[in-house]
């Protein structure tokens, strides 16, 4: 072993380390820190995102508007309650592709349902923007109604929702 490396050496609790047997700065010395460590990343990560949450969907739509991951009301769901100019703004199911940022629900809707008394305009672009389709009532694969969207129909394609409530 070389001079200029140091090793860590368990050393007794009342002997202290000499100047020329330091351990190189940053090193870990115990289980507590490696630990102490872990939760730290950990803890920091799980706050890192700046994400919005959005509740997840109700069995029964009585308010508003429920999106779901996929087709025929599976996987994922979420309440919608107010008019939403960019869906990638919340986190959700869908990772994108190019591999870069959180998932969220931007492209990721393959099925809605609409509570009574509301409707919404559905968006292939952000800022109430692209091509777009009003929604009264429950859509259970948007692969199946018109659009231009390279997933079919719909499917897949909505960046922002109009939601309104009838009077």
């Excluded at 923007?129 to 079919?152: E, I, W």
Aim: hydrophobic residues 30%.
């Amino acid at each position: 072993m070389s001079n200029n490396t140091s090793t860590c050496q368990p050393r007794a609790p009342s002997t202290r380390l000499r100047p020329n047997t330091r351990r190189p700065c940053g090193v870990l010395r115990s289980r507590t820190q490696w630990a102490a460590l872990l939760l730290f990343v950990v803890g920091s990560t799980a706050t890192c995102s700046k994400a919005k949450e959005l509740p997840a969907g109700p069995d029964t739509v009585q308010t508003g508007l429920v999106v779901y991951e996929h087709a025929n009301y599976e996987g994922r769901s979420a309440l919608i309650t107010q008019s939403i100019r960019n869906l990638a703004d919340f986190s959700g199911p869908c990772s994108k592709p190019e591999g870069g940022g959180d998932p969220d629900w931007n492209d990721c809707i393959s099925s809605l349902r609409v509570g009574a008394g509301w409707s919404a305009t559905v968006y292939t672009n952000t800022d109430f923007t692209g091509t777009s389709l009003v929604v009264t009532g429950d859509q259970s694969n948007l692969q199946l109604v018109k659009g231009d969207c390279s997933h079919d129909g719909m499917n897949d394609c909505i960046s922002s929702i109009a939601l309104v409530r009838s009077p």
